[in-house]
């Protein structure tokens, strides 16, 4: 069965920086792709970065939506299967609880965030002075 699990949330004051991680196991696939999202109070679920998982040409490609582009940073442990999202300048706006999922097999990292079937079970990111 897969499982995803994502540590590395906390509370950082303005300008400070979190480094996210996100554990996958029982995923047997040899091409897919990891995003992360993210979920504020009162907001949508939205897409803020992801990266494609393969041995294939697409591997390594990586995503930034607008939000986060320039201070987010995604990379890739293969060895540990373990995705990591460094988080740089945060900022209030950046609070929300933070997820990671892996897509179905053969979908590739792209900023239309589709075929995420399997979900972790969030971290809280907490950004204030």
């Known amino acids: 069965q897969v499982q995803l699990v994502e540590s590395g949330g906390g509370l950082v004051q303005p300008g400070g920086s979190l480094r996210l991680s996100c554990a996958v196991s029982g995923f047997d696939f040899r091409y897919y792709a990891i995003g992360w999202f993210r979920q504020a109070p009162g907001k949508e679920r939205e897409g803020i970065s992801c990266i494609s998982i393969s041995d294939g040409p697409l591997y390594g490609r990586t995503y930034y939506a607008d939000s986060v582009k320039g201070r987010f940073t995604l990379s890739s442990d293969k060895a540990k299967n373990t995705v990591y999202l460094q988080m740089n300048n945060l900022n209030p706006e950046d609070t929300a609880i933070y997820y990671c999922?892996?897509?179905?097999?053969?979908?590739?990292?792209?900023?239309?965030?589709?075929?995420?079937?399997?979900w972790g079970q969030g971290t809280q990111v907490t950004v204030s002075s």
């Open positions: 999922a892996a897509t179905a097999p053969y979908y590739y990292c792209s900023g239309f965030f589709q075929g995420y079937d399997y």
